[in-house]
């Protein structure tokens, strides 16, 4: 006797909502984006938060949450580097 159900349909593409595979896809389209697990950008980053007080220039909120929270500690440049390792 047959199964009746069928194997299901394989699914082209990533999932919605699957965060590791858009940062991989990220990190093949834009390669400088590996620069923000380095040593040197972590350090950086500390400063920078340590500096401001764990407050957001723009905003004024208290960086208290974790990502993706919308009060989670994202640092960003005033201007973009655009993948040039000079500004970065």
Known sequence: MPP???APAPRI???Q????LQDRERERVKPW???YRTA???KLR???L???GHVCEQTGVP???RAPAPDSAVIDHIRPHRGDPAPF
């Open 4 to 6: 009746r159900l069928a």
């Open 13 to 15: 593409g990533q999932a």
């Open 17 to 20: 909502g699957d965060a590791r």
């Open 33 to 35: 984006r590996a620069w």
């Open 40 to 42: 040197r950008w972590r």
């Open 46 to 48: 500390r400063k920078i």
């Open 50 to 52: 340590a500096r401001a």
């Open 63 to 65: 960086l208290l949450g």
